[in-house]
């Protein structure tokens, strides 16, 4: 019997959601095995970083909380600012239901469960904008060393990168067919981004006004684009939960606390060591005392912490020119884009040594030369040297990648999305530098790593058949 119309347009849906499962538990595989490995080496120490140890106090409290039945609405939502609420709740229910003694392996591993998925998103993203990059972009995230390294640290960054993942197939899926339902979607999906790092928030409202025009333009029809309304409301539910929860606890209807410490602690001690080579610590020392002997001792209101170290922050920013912030900032997005994951894993993160921060330096690139080469541990140089090489050919290969989807006209729309989000969190992230921050473009790096290897590999194939 010949086979009928819908078996037809069928079969290949069945083919990618049979490769999705596989693509799920291939990577699933690979997570759990290196996070019960570090944790039969370290125990709970090797999924932790600097982060972790609160966001691990504030789950254990809050299990407690849902043990006693006496949950209040504020502690629902997290009581602290820093954490979102999402988080909040991810990070709670493994402590609820494993305690304390298996609470922290429990999220790690719902955490591989999370990257999994994000690696099958991966495969959907690359299958809808050129099918034959789709297999190969999936097995470079099921192997991408910063989402494995990632997914066994006790952080938020994992979760939050599968939902941007899902946030930038919805929006293909969209721009596609602008309907209601991939509208809602691509609002859930944003929404829960936030909910897990507000960070999101401003490009996720950017991104929607990007999608509106990208429909105007292509004539889908006022209707249908008026369609991203419905993502409209569900991303500004979400982030009005945000601010009815710090409104409720410290009278503020803010986002985040965190813009005040950031200026003072760490963008003006980055830009003054730009500037003239002043130690980080020194200056960020410095700030504190500033901010001591005007304000007094720390307040309880984040917000309230957050305007004296914003006031005294902008007070030394006058003194610190312009250049020396550039410095700081380009400094920040070229060790965030070629730094090692690897690094981070508590095996190695933990290895005695002098960090980045504290290695001195008359230059920024002699302060690399010495961090990589003059660390006082072999071990821990070995593998940075090694990462960085392999860093350097994996963006000569995304590179190419980027390039070769950059030659189809239909596509530029979505890149101009994937750039506006490479430079949003670059920027954000500012002269911060850790290889943590960017994870979220990992699934975009993989899905050009896949195009550019396929590229390669036709450039390979044409040139054979020419000798």
């Known amino acids: 019997m010949p086979p009928t119309t819908s078996d037809t347009v069928s079969s290949p849906q069945r083919a990618a959601a049979a490769l999705s499962f596989k693509i799920f538990f291939a990577a699933l595989i690979v997570r759990w095995i290196y996070a019960l490995a570090v944790y039969g080496w370290m125990g709970d120490a090797g999924m932790k970083g600097v982060d972790s140890i609160e966001y691990a106090r504030n789950a254990v409290a809050f299990a407690e909380a849902l043990k006693s039945g006496m949950l209040t609405l504020n502690e629902s939502l997290g009581t602290n600012p820093y954490t979102m609420p999402l988080f909040h709740w991810l990070a709670g229910l493994p402590y609820l239901i494993f305690d304390n003694a298996h609470g922290a392996l429990a999220y790690v591993l719902l955490q591989g469960a999370f990257d999994a998925a994000t690696c099958v998103i991966v495969y959907r993203i690359a299958l809808l904008i050129a099918p034959r990059i789709a297999l190969a972009a999936a097995i470079v995230a099921i192997l991408n060393p910063t989402q494995i390294v990632m997914s066994g640290l006790f952080y938020a960054d994992t979760p939050f990168t599968t939902f941007v993942a899902l946030s930038f197939l919805a929006a293909l899926k969209w721009a596609d067919a602008p309907t209601f339902r991939n509208s809602a ?46 993502a409209l409301v569900v991303l500004g539910g979400c982030v009005g939960t945000i601010m009815f929860k710090n409104y409720r606890h410290y009278g503020v209807p803010g986002i985040s606390p965190q813009s005040g410490i950031y200026l003072a602690l760490w963008i003006v001690p980055l830009a003054k060591e730009m500037q003239d080579r002043t130690p980080y610590a020194r200056t960020a020392e410095e700030m504190e005392k500033k901010r001591l002997e005007r304000f007094g001792p720390l307040p309880a209101n984040y917000y309230e912490q957050s305007r004296q170290y914003t006031e005294i922050g902008r007070e030394a920013l006058k003194e610190i020119p312009a250049i020396a912030l550039v410095k700081s900032w380009m400094s920040g997005i070229a060790i965030n884009l070629t730094s090692p994951a690897v690094l981070l894993s508590p095996p190695l993160s933990q290895i005695p040594r002098t960090g980045f921060v504290d290695t001195p ?29 392999g860093l350097a050919i994996m963006r000569a290969i995304q590179l190419t990648g980027f390039v070769s989807l950059a030659r189809r006209a239909s596509l530029w729309a979505f890149l101009f999305l994937m750039l506006s989000w490479f430079g949003y969190l670059l920027i954000v992230s500012g002269p911060i530098a850790s290889p943590k921050y960017r994870l979220p473009l990992e ?3 993989s899905v050009m790593t896949g195009a550019g290897l396929i590229a390669l590999a036709d450039w390979r194939k044409k040139n054979t058949a020419n000798a």
């Open 443 to 445: 699934p975009l790096f």
């Open 361 to 389: 330096g008359s230059s920024f690139p002699e302060k690399v030369f010495n961090y990589a080469f003059r660390s006082g541990n072999v071990i821990y140089s070995s593998f940075l040297i090694a990462g960085l090489a």
């Open 185 to 230: 979607l691509l609002g859930i999906a944003l929404g829960l981004a936030a909910l897990v790092r507000a960070i999101i928030v401003p490009w996720a409202f950017f991104a929607l006004a990007l999608l509106t025009i990208f429909g105007l333009v292509r004539r889908a029809g006022i209707r249908r684009t008026a369609s991203l309304a419905l």
